[in-house]
């Protein structure tokens, strides 16, 4: 029950501040918002370039549109573990990046997990930020060193990650995914697409193992 509040508690913070972002009550000077829409059908396509685990030619595909600072992703990220783990590679997971800019380092971590990745170690580093979340999330400015010590624990070389870190292709494609998930109208981190389908954020992991269940069963 503890784990859920602290779920919805996270949300809702997450809301308010997509609401105003809408509103105009945050200025993002790295990415323009006034683009055309993507197509929804084109957007939720896995590409080659995604983060993703299982199977390609698994019955489910979970995309999720993450913040790692938002209080709700880190509530979430021990469900998705146990589902990673239950389901193997009958699911297939995607990660696509959505930090908010009310919270100071979460485009900083997204650029870490990032540049961890084009070492293949990404999912090493998008762990080590989740379980380390406590330490460095809701700070009131933005602190890149400490991301070089979750990128020794997720095993980069270190020199090679603060060059890729502060280039322009990891910077863009986290833009690129912001302002996609901006085009998509979404209102909250996390935001979960299942086969292609947006869902209400599951309250814990029976009602999501139930939701994947069915989708397998369909």
């Known amino acids: ?66 913040d790692f600072e938002c209080e709700a992703c880190g509530a979430f990220y021990p469900i998705i573990k146990q589902i990673k783990e239950e389901y193997g590679d009958s699911v297939r997971l995607v990660v696509r990046y959505f930090p908010l800019p009310g919270h100071k380092n979460s485009k900083t971590a997204a650029y870490a997990a990032e540049a961890a990745g084009k070492q293949g170690k990404f999912w090493e580093m998008y762990d080590v930020l989740f379980t380390k979340q406590e330490q460095w999330g809701n700070q009131q400015i933005t602190n890149q060193s400490q991301f070089e010590t979750y990128a020794l624990e997720a095993g980069v070389d270190v020199e090679q990650w603060k060059k890729d870190v502060a280039s322009a292709e990891v910077m863009k494609r986290v833009n690129d995914s912001y302002a996609e998930a901006v085009s998509l109208k979404l209102q909250s981190t996390p935001s979960f697409f299942l086969n292609g389908k947006k869902i209400d954020n599951p309250r814990g992991y029976s009602s999501f193992k139930l939701l994947i269940d069915n989708a397998i069963n369909k």
């Open 1 to 66: 029950m503890k784990k859920q509040h602290k779920i919805v508690a996270g949300i809702l913070a997450c809301i308010v501040v997509v609401f105003l972002l809408a509103k105009g009550g945050y200025k993002e000077k790295e990415v323009s918002t006034t683009k055309t829409p993507t197509a929804p059908p084109a957007a939720l396509e896995v590409r080659a370039n995604d983060w993703s685990l299982g199977d390609t030619n698994a019955k489910v595909t979970i995309i999720e549109y993450l």
